[in-house]
């Protein structure tokens, strides 16, 4: 059965730092490429960034773009989102998936920034 | 980037009836290898989004077949050819094509 489960999530001031880490299982891990994609009542639905198989590719969303760094492990089969610099505007729920959002998502891990 | 707009933004279908949801895109969507990357997503309440259909009409696995896309270049629909109480949600659509990837503000399905 294929898990995606996200965890490091919480509340966080502005300015403030949090590393988001995603489990996997039920699927070769080190084959697909793999996002994290963002939820939130203002914004919506967004697509935050992506990462290559190997890690060697990497694309974000420009809003986050020198503030978010996405990595892999694929001994751990494991996806991190290292956020810092967080702002107001970065509250949402973050979702882990595969690069072509594949079903299913994972359930997702609350971010807020407030003071 | 490509703004995605859906309408209706909230529809109210009585059981058993069809209901249909557009997308439009502000560019094409055919990609320079030929494929169009548009999906469409189901999010029930309290769940994470999932996806339904990718590449303009292709159904994912599990997903009834009561559900249909079509559409091409820059317009797109969801059709729902009878509506269950299980449908009931938010139905996003989604570019892949082009980067960043961009979703439609999502329309609310609800029973009459």
């Known amino acids: 059965e294929v898990q995606l489960v996200e965890s490091g999530g919480g509340l966080v001031q502005p300015g403030g730092s949090l590393r988001l880490s995603c489990a996997v299982s039920?699927?070769?891990?080190?084959?697909?490429?793999m996002s994290w994609l963002r939820q939130s009542p203002g914004k919506g639905l967004e697509w935050v960034a992506n990462?290559?198989?190997?890690?060697?590719?990497?694309n974000y969303l420009d809003s986050v773009k020198g503030r978010f760094t996405i990595s892999r492990d694929n001994a751990k089969s494991s996806l991190y989102l290292q956020m810092d610099s967080l702002r107001v505007e970065d509250t949402a729920i973050y979702y882990c998936?595969?690069?072509?959002?594949?079903?299913?998502w994972g359930q997702g891990t609350l971010v807020t920034v407030s003071s | 980037d490509v703004v995605m707009s859906q309408s209706p933004l909230s529809l109210a279908v009585t059981l058993g009836q069809p209901a249909s949801i557009s997308c439009r895109s502000s560019?094409?969507?055919?990609?320079?290898?030929?494929?169009?990357?548009f999906n469409w997503f189901q999010q029930r309440p309290g769940q994470s989004p999932r996806r339904l259909i990718y590449?303009?009409?292709n159904r994912d696995s599990g997903v009834p077949d009561r559900f249909s896309g079509s559409g091409s270049g820059t317009d797109f629909t969801l059709k729902i050819s009878r509506v269950e109480a299980e449908d009931v949600g938010v139905y996003y659509c989604?570019?892949?094509?082009?980067?960043?990837?961009?979703f439609g503000q999502g329309t609310k399905v609800e029973i009459k």
């Open positions: 998936a595969r690069d072509a959002l594949t079903p299913p």
């Open positions: 039920g699927f070769t891990f080190r084959t697909y490429w």
């Open positions: 990462i290559k198989q190997d890690g060697t590719e990497k």
């Open positions: 560019q094409s969507l055919v990609h320079s290898d030929g494929s169009t990357y």
């Open positions: 590449k303009v009409s």
């Open positions: 989604m570019q892949g094509t082009h980067w960043p990837r961009t």
